[in-house]
């Protein structure tokens, strides 16, 4: 990337991302181990909308990085709001960020969230390194995170989990030796990873311009107030991209794909381990 301050933020987020997802960002050596230069097409996170925390809270850091708003998305059966950002440095990741809606949940779950964004320090919110913090807030009963993800498995995660790189995306279009996603799912399967196939295992197409696909969450202890208790953390994503009409490479996302890649952090989708 060859700026400093990205390369800065991109191995602060990736160190986070390897604490709480070993497994899956373990991935990332066995394709450098075959040879690979493995290149980052996105990064995405995760927060609840509105003061203190909401996107327009947390997106000044990616402009203060040199990001723009690229197109903004809307996931309604999740209650998701979210908008790309992209960056003009020659291979910049791009970014994905997403808020969950207000008002959405049941009364009880709006308590919850209540409760935990007001432990947030704005002045926290106000520094950059605040995206990988994870939880800005003390740790819920494990009974509560479960009925929050009952009702919304983003809000479970993310009041468990607070704010990180919820995950790395490795471009296919970068990869030598695995020139297609069916190739690269076969490696990553070979060195252990669990294919989510919630939305079927592939995602859109050369039609829709990107092809995606992801592993199942891995697994690591979390501080709960009663405890900790091993839950989803963090995925590993692969993406291939298509040029447009005009020959240039696709740059946005797809929702209808991205909304089934949001549930790779589901609790009880079926496939076992990550
Ligand atoms: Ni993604």
Redesign the pocket.
Known sequence: MADPALDAFFAALWADYERVAPRVAALRGALEARGERVVND?V?FRTFAGAPLGIAALEPHLLALGYHRFEPYAFEDKHLDAWAYLHDAPGAPRV?LSELRRGALSPAAERVIDGLLAQVDPARVARADVLWAGPLWEPVPFAVYEALAAESEYAGWLAALGLRAN?F?VSVNHLATLPTLDALLAAVEAAGAVISEAGGRVKGGPAARLE?ASTRADRAPVAFADGEREIPTCYY?FARRYPDADGALYQGFVPAS?SR?FESTHRHAPGGRP
């Open positions: 996105h995405a994905f995950h995306t995606q994503e991205a890649l």
